[in-house]
């Protein structure tokens, strides 16, 4: 064991040199070069993706977010600056504010959802026998594992007009009138099949995170609970809770995170339709910027997008720094 | 703290209930994959297929495109999952073993990307692609999409090259191998399961993806599986049974994948979960 600890407090060069002390000329030119420079050439790659494909779509995005850019500018490569008239134009159409208010309602609505369920089956995983739990993962594993489109194209399915199992089922249990009604009618409906369906996809990682949580807390917590004459809910408050806490307070951030910027299953279902009715920010930002070549307002968009994440994210990120599991060591 | 019988039993029934529900839209994409269109344009009530065919899966590959869009597909996701895992482990290594100016600026960066919403950046990158005339090209897409999964990538393999004690790398070199060496024989085969599971999560990542492949590909030759999935409904009419046996086409190596690497997933995301 000595003799490692002597190489760990060596600088970590190629080949041990023979004798230390007296390092030829060209092994001490060797080992400087490759301290210094090979950490560098090793990461460049990464530097060079993560510059070109990120930082530097990012620095575009604002400068895009301060031009006209519509498809004649785009066709003659013209420069027209128009400093703050694309984010005057978003902030004063009445369409955008509607649409951030649905947005932020449908992604609260989703969060909430996502969160009781996903207590709810974690709590519930704890109480159950090996072979039902078991079930229970499976069912939720594969619900986790199957591809967002893939999601949609069975929710639409199960939500059909005529055919879905749904309305036959609803039919059957004696409602009357269910088939041949469209859950694609209007807005509301359709974003609660949407907003369905994310929850189905977003509460297993939900679930399974905070089962971990609670599977760590020793049992003779809840015995010394017991023994203290705790009821139930007064054990969830002092047993369960403190060690769910910090990981709740993780997957609602990441909830948010992922619920605001939500496309595929918004778009995939009716593209942001009935007239326009379930169009989320994200959706609307391809309206403008993709589907009608409005790419500077379409990057004001983005811009305002980005900001209300980065403040959600800006908290987010000193939670985890302040964590011990993440130190930039 | 024991519950009496009947507790159980309610409990239990909550559990059994819990599991058919979410269990339910797998299962009838599934069964609806298999019965005849007959069958899936009935009126009836049929939670239980009485028969089986294959009918559905023969016509949805026969579809035109279908093989050029799972081939895209296949091809967009391998080549971001190579060139991520290579660019990652090239960062990850002098990341977690080497001290130099920078490494906790870039350690913050790929936090901050892997965080960061895409999304936003859908303009410029198109127009980036755009101008380089990559639009239509299937490497526009492959360079989106290792852009996407490099920062996890690097991130979770700079935490599994930490968790390797970094004696074992000495002690090799003390019996005489180089730096690389020790790297080649020692570090990368214990790197092993830590790659399996990094490239599996990146090529789900990859293989879901929608917006970019939308976007940079309106090319209907170029397109990938989803996109096609989500956008040529129409090319299947009300062949809800066709629909349903592409999506078991797609959704399975997804499904595959996923339960090889699903308890390091859970970890690995929450991993950063705050104490206290």
């Known amino acids: ?329 | 703290m024991r519950k009496s019988l009947p507790q159980r039993i309610a409990l239990n029934t909550v559990g059994v209930v819990g599991a058919i529900l979410f269990g339910f839209p797998t299962y009838w994409l599934i069964t609806t994959a298999f019965k005849t269109p007959g069958e899936v344009l009935s009126p009836r009530y049929d939670l239980i297929p009485l028969s089986i065919t294959f009918e559905n899966f023969t016509s949805a590959l026969s579809k035109p495109g279908f093989t050029t869009f799972l081939t895209n597909s296949l091809i967009v996701t391998l080549g971001a999952v190579v060139t991520a895992l290579i660019a990652g482990v090239l960062a990850a290594v002098p990341l977690a073993r080497m001290k130099f100016r920078g490494r906790k600026g870039f350690l913050f960066l790929v936090l901050v990307a892997q965080l960061a919403p895409i999304e936003a950046l859908l303009i410029p990158l198109y127009l980036l692609m755009r101008d380089a005339g990559l639009l239509n090209q299937l490497p526009s897409l492959l360079l989106v999409y290792m852009a996407l999964t490099l920062p996890f990538t690097c991130w979770m393999l700079y935490g599994f090259v930490n968790g390797i004690p970094i004696e074992l790398e000495e002690a090799a070199m003390i019996d005489g191998c180089g730096r690389w060496g020790a790297f080649r024989r020692v570090t990368l085969p214990l790197l092993g399961p830590a790659l399996v599971a990094t490239s599996v999560f990146s090529f789900i990542t990859a293989w879901n993806e929608f917006l970019f492949a939308l976007v940079l590909m309106r090319d209907q030759d170029m397109q990938t599986i989803p996109v096609w999935l989500a956008t040529f409904r129409t090319a299947f009419a009300v062949d809800w049974g066709g629909i349903m046996a592409a999506s078991v086409i797609y959704a399975v190596p997804a499904l595959i994948f996923f339960l090889i690497v699903q308890r390091k997933l859970v970890s690995g995301l929450t991993a950063g979960a705050v104490k206290g």
């Open chain 1, 1 to 329: 064991m000595t003799s490692t600890k002597d190489v760990a407090a060596m600088p970590a060069g190629t080949t041990p040199p023979a004798s230390p002390r007296v390092p030829t000329p060209r092994a001490r030119r060797r080992k400087g070069f490759s301290d210094a420079v090979l950490p560098y050439l090793l990461l460049a790659p990464g530097v060079i993706a993560i510059g070109a494909l990120l930082i530097w779509p990012t620095f575009q995005l604002v400068l895009i977010s301060f031009r006209q850019l519509d498809l004649r500018e785009l066709v003659t490569g013209q420069l027209v600056w128009v400093g703050i008239d694309n984010y005057t134009e978003v902030l004063g159409d009445p369409e955008f504010w509607q649409i951030t208010v649905r947005t932020l309602v449908f992604m609260a609505a989703v969060v909430a959802a996502t969160l009781l369920i996903a207590l709810g089956v974690a709590l519930l995983m704890k109480q159950l026998n090996p072979i039902v739990r078991m079930l229970l993962q499976v069912a939720l594993v594969v619900a986790w594992a199957t591809p967002a489109v893939a999601t949609t194209t069975i929710f639409q399915w199960i939500f059909d007009q005529q055919y879905g199992i749904l309305n036959k089922t609803l039919d059957l249990l004696g409602f009357e009138g269910f088939i041949g009604h469209s859950w694609f009618g209007d807005g509301p409906s359709t974003l609660t099949v949407i907003g369905l369906l994310i929850t189905w996809q977003a509460v297993p990682f939900v679930a399974f995170s905070l089962y971990a949580g609670l599977i760590g807390v020793p049992r003779e917590q809840y015995e010394a609970a017991g023994i203290d004459g705790a009821g139930p809910f007064q054990t969830f408050r002092a047993v369960s809770w403190p060690a769910i806490q910090p990981i709740l307070t993780i997957v609602t951030f990441l909830s948010v995170i992922w619920d605001f910027r939500v496309f595929t299953q918004v778009w995939a279902v009716r593209q942001g339709g009935p007239d326009g009715e379930s169009t989320t920010l994200p959706v609307y930002m391809y309206l403008k910027g993709i589907a009608g070549s409005h790419f500077g307002t379409a990057g004001a968009i983005a811009m305002i997008m980005l900001l209300v994440l980065v403040i959600l994210l800006a908290r987010y990120i000193q939670l985890l720094l302040r964590s011990k599991e993440v130190e930039l060591k």
